[in-house]
Each structure stands twice: as C-alpha cells, then as structure tokens.
C-alpha cells in the first residue's frame, strides 16, 4: 500500500506563476494538489485538507502575515515563496508562524524539498536569507529558547535540557528548530557561538 500523499494548497495571485506551481506539484511523487487558489476574499482561503499551503502572494506583509497566522491556526504548514530581499519580512512571517520561506527564483528541487520538510514538522529556510537577514536584524529570542541556548552551551544534552526546564525532549526539538529558523545556526557548535553573542550583547547592554 502506497504512503498517504501530502496535501498541498497552491494560493498565488500571478496566473503564470499559480500555473507553473500547479505543474510542479502535480508532476512531484508524494505530493497531491488539493487547492489552488488566486483571490483574496473575507473569508478563508478554501485549503481546508491541505497539510501545506504554499503562498506566492503580492500582498503587503502585513496582510501575508496575517494570513499565515490563520493559516496556521487552523493547522497547515505554510512555505512562502517570496520576491522580497526585505530585512524584517522573514523574522515577521517566521513569528506569524511560517515554516518555510524560500525566494521566487529558487529551483524546482528547493520548492519540492521544503515541501516535504514542512510537510514532516520541520522548517525549511533558505540559507541565503538567513545569512543577509542576520548580518543586520538579529532575530527576537525568546526568553524559553534563551534558557535552551544557554544550556546547549553548557553542554546538556537534549534530555537534560528537557529535565532541567521539565518540558518534553520534543518541546526542546520544536524550540531548537526554531531557532534554526529564525538564525540559521543548525548545528550544535552554531547554537553555542550564539548563545555566547546573545550573552555578549546581554552585557554589553547592561554596561550601556
């Protein structure tokens, strides 16, 4: 018996690039188009099976975050496919609950792997928007994920940090991710050099 597909809504308001979203989707393994909407309307996009809805809008940020809450309030991953170079429009979309974010001129490959990354609970954010967003908008960490970053720099391990702070070691997965998301720092040595920024900065600000 094949593997249940995953259920994707394309929502994008360019005809020629709705279409060519609809082409890839269709023609991906594993993947089945449920949706494929264009308009923005009062009421909610007609995704209702989707488990990712991918958006390719050219709305102001605002309204596209505001859509991704909903969106993921009602349970669908979301991958923003975007044309903007904007500095805050990933830290906006990744807070509105974003899973994925990737630029308009990526491959078909990159579309389908983050697909299928948000599609198994994980996010997908390409690196090149990590790397120039940070060098000039550090990301907000929240006080929960300064707790974990302090302990990963300590050396604790998953489990540890999860008995120390009494959560699930799935809750420090999810958090962990998170600040993947937001940083682009993956592995463990990453997370520990910027658990030492953060702590440098914390005193610096202090000093001020």
Same mark, same amino acid.
Do not use: C, I, Y
């Given at each position: 018996?094949?593997?249940?597909p995953t259920h994707v809504a394309v929502v994008s308001d360019c005809p020629l690039l709705? $279409? &060519?979203l609809e082409r890839v989707i269709d023609a991906a393994p594993g993947l089945e188009r449920v949706a494929s909407v264009r308009r923005i309307g009062e009421q909610q996009y007609e995704v209702d099976g989707a488990d990712v809805a @991918? @958006?390719?809008l050219q709305i102001s940020t605002r309204d596209t975050a505001d859509l991704i809450t909903r969106l993921h309030q009602r349970g669908h991953a979301v991958v923003v496919l975007s044309t903007s170079?904007?500095?805050t429009d990933l830290f906006l979309f990744i807070e509105a609950g974003a899973q994925g974010y990737l630029s308009q001129k990526a491959e078909e490959a990159e579309l389908l792997a983050a697909v299928r990354t948000v599609a198994s &609970? $994980?996010?997908y954010f390409s690196a090149g928007f990590n790397n120039r967003c940070l060098r000039t908008h550090p990301p907000h960490i929240t006080d929960r994920e300064m707790q974990i970053l302090e302990l990963v720099a300590s050396g604790a391990t998953d489990r540890e940090i999860a008995s120390? @702070?009494?959560i699930s070691e799935h809750t420090v997965h999810s958090h962990l991710d998170r600040l993947g998301s937001k940083t682009g720092s993956r592995r463990r040595a990453d997370l520990i050099r910027l658990a030492l920024q953060q702590e440098a900065a914390s005193e610096s600000s202090e000093d001020g």
């Open positions: 018996m094949s593997p249940h709705q $279409r &060519g @991918l @958006l390719n170079s904007t500095q &609970g $994980r996010s120390e @702070l009494k």
